[in-house]
């Protein structure tokens, strides 16, 4: 499976910006990571195709969503509210959750796309 994200930008703070990732392959959950300048990467958001659920980071919550098709492989996250402290590079990732109840987020996700630069100006 592979995977390629797009939609990073410049926007300012309290703007908006959009994220897609689309799947080469079969995904049964896809998600979204960043890596901040000097930081280790971090869970931001997951969606399963396995009922739809979805997973925030406490720091995320309410100012992102994530959405996608689970039959076209495609995740989307839309991002509002934006803070300078957003400012990272996004990673996009599959195949980590597989419908588990019991699941949290980590970083054991199959398949890791290439990263696209969001930046967030003061």
């Known amino acids: 499976v592979q995977l390629q994200a797009s939609g990073g930008g410049l926007v300012q703070t309290g703007g908006s910006l959009g994220l897609s990732c689309a799947a080469s392959?079969?995904?049964?959950?896809m998600g979204w990571f960043r890596q901040a300048p000097g930081k280790e990467r971090e869970f931001v958001a997951a969606i399963s195709w396995s009922g739809g659920s979805t997973y925030y980071a406490d720091a995320v919550k309410g100012r992102f969503t994530i959405s996608g098709d689970g039959a076209k492989n495609t995740m989307y996250l839309q991002m509002n509210s934006l803070k300078p402290e957003d400012t990272a590079v996004y990673y996009c990732a599959a195949n980590g959750w597989y419908g588990s109840s019991s699941w949290v987020p980590s970083m054991t996700f199959d398949y890791w796309g290439q990263g696209t630069l969001v930046t967030v100006s003061s």
């Open positions: 392959g079969r995904t049964y959950d």
